[in-house]
């Protein structure tokens, strides 16, 4: 039975993380990087492929766990009625081109008796390591390229594929577990001491996450959704993957099972506004160098979501020796909507670096060039049909999301012309945004409805028309932008949560049915700020805070009546729109008017008085 989602922590090294479950089973690990293959894969199939467990064998053991506060070391604790120990599990942050996993065991009180159990697997479980002894306890296991060591602080037997011991954890006594792993034609990892590194990781955590230093009641959301961004932060580039996980389900036992481990551009600027409006403007300028760097080169081979380090061949293929999640199948790696045309990424990208340029991350002139060539690329190829911000896999159509954000793109070219005096054909490209504005408005708009629809021709809504407004379309005020707030109340909110679709109307040949897709909630919680609800906004966004687990974290979907997570975990997507809510219900940085142009005077295109 697979352990649910919410059950799960993580733990990094800002190159590479690892998901452990309450009882302190460690069920997902991902080296060297995130989109490399993993050492352990039981969370998407059986135990046999992969795990490394540390319990506690009394049966009435009471658990509790956190992070360390303003860390990403994990601390449960076990307590039973003969005695308590702690479990302290963090990665070090790589400064030798080396990843650990470091658990320290510690014995708090009285006597308890635990048990360790480790099966090495590569490749998602289907590669059995060559495995040997050294330096008296520790194991070394070698597959191809890749190399584990395990140093126990206690010794381990083998057996039946796997190494494992019974013991017990004293009062005072503590007892260290090191996993590294490195490349197998090169040296062995050299030993790290755990205390120090857990000094060391405890100080490196500290002063980052000190670095946001507002109060109020919703700081330690913020705080901790941070920390999780900068968890699923990719250093060497700047990168950050949407989630740490692939194909965790959006329906338990569904086909819908999909790779986030990549960089999406449609994530640019609502990622951009959380880190440089929570003062991480060297984050901010890191995750633009990436985007930059990723989408440099001929505008037409322009991707929607590349590898961390800007890697472009991301196939996608099963793996059918993996159960998958909770029986969900198949288990994919890569991610085949890579080669989709997706017209919405051309306004994120646009919009991320005009922002970029309005937060002094830059001088205005950086990349013009390359900002020009886009927008002429994009003349071309606005009026096409595409598959969408939700990446449905059927035909292709008119997305009302992607024309929004085609004129989004043309806006802020023109808006970024004309305040810093850069070289460009305004006049032309302000005729081209005017075009876009009055299609959307005259075939996406139902007067019926009196709503924004999905696509051209469409009946059904869809919460990304709730973005009309936070990207600056059209005003909150507009009555079309009122009714199709509430054309998306009426018709997408169940149990109080916005769903972002009908899914049986997708028309993509999979089968229908999901969680709601919580980013979406967070939007209408947006919007809500946008129209003088506030309070409205408020309750709404505190009941979003509700669906996170136990430390703070929150997947891609939730479930609210099963009351379950779904989909990756945790979702970067998720963690910045409780970043970015937050700053909209504060008094002063609101992402939703930075990017709507509300704090700005009049824009250079004009579109929302004229149309």
Request: aromatic share 10%; glycine share 8%.
């Amino acid at each position: 039975m697979a352990r649910p989602i919410e059950d799960y922590a993580i733990i990094g090294d800002c190159e590479t993380a690892a998901l452990i479950a309450r009882d302190g089973s460690l069920d997902w690990l991902c080296w060297p990087r995130f989109d490399s293959e993993a050492a352990f894969a039981a969370l998407l199939g059986e135990a046999h492929n992969g795990h490394w467990q540390i319990f506690c064998r009394t049966p009435s053991i009471r658990i509790s766990r956190r992070y360390c506060p303003g860390t990403l070391i994990l601390e449960t604790e076990f307590e039973g009625p003969d005695g308590a120990a702690r479990l302290v599990e963090f990665m070090p942050i790589r400064r030798d081109g080396t990843s650990h996993v470091v658990r320290i065991l510690k014995g708090l009180c009285g006597t308890l008796p635990f048990a360790t159990d480790i099966i090495i697997r590569f490749g998602y479980g289907a590669i059995i390591p060559w495995v040997t002894r050294f330096e008296g306890t520790a194991i070394k296991a070698i597959a191809g390229p890749d190399m584990i060591v395990l140093r126990a602080g206690i010794p381990l037997r083998a057996g039946d594929m796997r190494h494992s011991a019974t013991f017990q954890v004293h009062e005072g006594e503590s007892i260290p577990f090191v996993l590294s792993y490195a490349r197998s034609f090169g040296p062995v990892p050299t030993p790290i001491d755990p205390g120090s590194a857990l000094e060391q990781t405890h100080e490196f955590w500290t002063q980052w996450s000190g670095r946001y230093d507002k109060t109020g009641p919703y700081a330690e959301p913020v705080r901790r959704s941070l920390i999780t961004l900068k968890a699923l932060n990719y250093a060497p580039t700047g990168g950050i993957v949407a989630a740490a996980t692939t194909s965790l389900p959006e329906k338990l036992g569904g086909t819908r099972n999909w790779d986030y481990r990549f960089c999406w551009l449609r994530d640019a600027t609502f990622t951009l506004l959380a880190l440089m409006n929570s003062g991480y403007r060297e984050e901010a300028h890191a995750w633009r160098t990436w985007l930059r760097h990723a989408v440099a080169g001929n505008p037409a081979q322009v991707q929607i979501m590349y590898g961390l380090g800007g890697e472009r061949h991301i196939d996608e293929w099963e793996l059918p020796w993996l159960a998958g999640y909770a029986k969900s199948t198949p288990v994919r790696v890569g991610n085949a909507a890579a080669k989709q045309l997706q017209l919405d990424i051309f306004g994120e990208v646009m919009d991320a670096l005009f922002q970029s340029a309005e937060g002094s991350l830059n001088p205005p002139a950086d990349d013009w060039d390359l900002q020009c060539k886009l927008i002429e690329h994009l003349e071309s190829v606005w009026q096409q049909a595409d598959e969408g911000l939700w990446e449905v896999r059927g035909p292709p159509r008119h997305f009302t999301h992607s024309k929004v954000m085609a004129w989004v793109a043309l806006d802020r070219a023109v808006r970024s012309a004309e305040r810093w005096h850069l070289p460009c054909p305004c006049d032309r490209w302000r005729e081209v945004a005017h075009r876009i504005h009055a299609e959307v408005c005259e075939k996406a708009f139902d007067r019926e409805r009196q709503a924004f629809v999905q696509s051209y021709g469409a009946r059904e809504v869809d919460a990304s028309a709730l973005l009309i407004p936070l990207v600056g379309f059209l005003p909150p005020t507009d009555p079309r932008v009122r009714g199709t707030v509430a054309a998306i109340e009426r018709d997408l909110k169940i149990d109080g949560l916005i769903h972002r679709y009908h899914t049986a109307r997708t028309d993509d040949g999979l089968p229908a049915g999901e969680g709601a897709f919580l980013a979406c909630s967070f939007w209408f919680a947006d919007n809500l700020v946008l129209l003088g609800r506030g309070d409205e906004a408020r309750a709404l966004f505190e009941r979003l805070l509700g669906y996170r687990n136990d430390v703070g974290l929150m997947s891609e979907e939730y479930d609210p009546r099963e009351k379950r997570m779904l989909g990756n975990f945790p979702q970067a997507f998720s963690h910045v729109a409780i970043v970015n809510t937050a700053h909209n219900l504060a008094e002063h940085e609101k992402p939703a008017k930075q990017r709507s142009g509300a704090l700005d005077q009049p824009d250079a295109s004009s579109e929302r008085q004229r149309s």
